[in-house]
């Protein structure tokens, strides 16, 4: 392996989508990722050799060569974390694509998706650091991914998809499908008509979308390789900062995980959903008035209703005013 190979992580999500499709129940899936030594959650790091073991691990499972052609192809999108369902909540299919091209290296690293478009369509290139031999399930995977992205946005025209992959066959993929032609490539490609490009998303959520894209920005979450429950929710609210109130309602959907079970996990680690809030505001109030925002300014960004509130919220956690606080942090 070169240097770039042996660095290159993804998220334990990559298997989630295809272990389930192999599982009958949630019970089964816990049960298949377990036995396959694989993270149950799917925004853990997974380094490059569990990454190939498990690719194969799974294939051999299904009895089935070109299982991560139909897995990437049939899977819920969602499955991936918050990856998957920042691209499913995007409003249009060019936005969904723009998500996965930026928040790329959130989910893997060392990876690349080109887009281009000209003489009337839309082109895809994926590029892996892996030889020919290893890239064979990894390329067919996110190809058929991205056709199964494609094909949740509300076309109302033939989308004409062209796919290329290794071991490439028109028989991977139900005769339903919108795919005009399939092609044999050791590349990564996929192309299609440049119409679709502002069809709606299906499951469009704007809020979601702009705090999960937030939160897929921040670099400093690359190096998390196991962030705990409570970092993940914090993470969040960090997020949505600026854009809306985020609540635990939110936050259990973005997670995939019911209300209830998420308070008793976040319990579990000490803290909950209330508690996070309070010490990322208070955090965030902080290096907001370092920085110079005004206390108006501080107040909106934080989701406080007025002024007064945040500035009593600030004297309970600080014991001085923002005010206050302002005037002791002026550069000298």
């Not at 389930?20 to 149950?40: C, E, H, K, N, Y």
């Not at 196991?226 to 960090?238: A, F, H, Q, S, T």
Request: with cysteine; charged share 20%.
């Amino acid at each position: 392996m070169s240097v770039s190979v042996e660095e290159f992580t993804i998220r334990a999500g990559a298997f989630h989508g295809p272990a389930l499709l192999l599982s009958s129940g949630s019970r089964q899936f816990q049960t298949t990722i377990q036995d396959l030594g694989l993270p149950a959650d799917p925004e853990e790091i997974v380094d490059v050799s569990a990454y190939l073991k498990g690719m194969t691990s799974l294939t051999r499972l299904a009895d089935n060569s070109d299982f991560f052609v139909w897995a990437g192809y049939s899977q819920k999108v969602e499955d991936l974390g918050f990856f998957g369902r920042a691209i499913i909540s995007a409003e249009t299919l060019w936005d969904a694509l723009q998500i996965a091209r930026s928040a790329l290296l959130y989910y893997q690293s060392d990876s690349e998706l080109v887009i281009r478009v000209y003489n009337g369509r839309c082109h895809i290139w994926y590029f892996n650091p892996f030889n020919a031999r290893q890239a064979v399930h990894d390329v067919q995977y996110t190809m058929s991914l991205l056709a199964n992205v494609i094909c949740l946005s509300r076309f109302q025209s033939d989308p004409d998809i062209l796919i290329a992959y290794p071991n490439g066959s028109p028989s991977h993929f139900p005769y339903t499908a919108p795919i005009s032609q399939v092609r044999n490539s050791a590349q990564g490609y996929i192309s299609f008509d440049d119409r679709l490009l502002q069809s709606r998303m299906s499951g469009t959520d704007r809020l979601q979308v702009e705090v999960l894209s937030r939160y897929l920005a921040d670099k400093s979450l690359m190096v998390e390789k196991k962030p705990n429950l409570k970092e993940l929710v914090g993470g969040l609210v960090r997020a949505s900062f600026g854009v809306a109130p985020w609540s635990l309602v939110n936050t259990s959907q973005a997670l995939d995980i019911h209300e209830r079970t998420l308070q008793l996990r976040l319990k579990s680690e000490g803290t909950s959903f209330r508690e996070i809030v309070r010490v990322e505001r208070h955090r965030t109030s902080k290096r907001l008035l370092i920085a110079g925002k005004s206390i108006d300014e501080t107040a909106e960004i934080l989701g406080f209703d007025h002024r007064q509130s945040f500035s009593e919220a600030f004297s309970n956690w600080e014991g001085i005013s923002p005010s206050a606080f302002t005037r002791e942090h002026l550069p000298t």
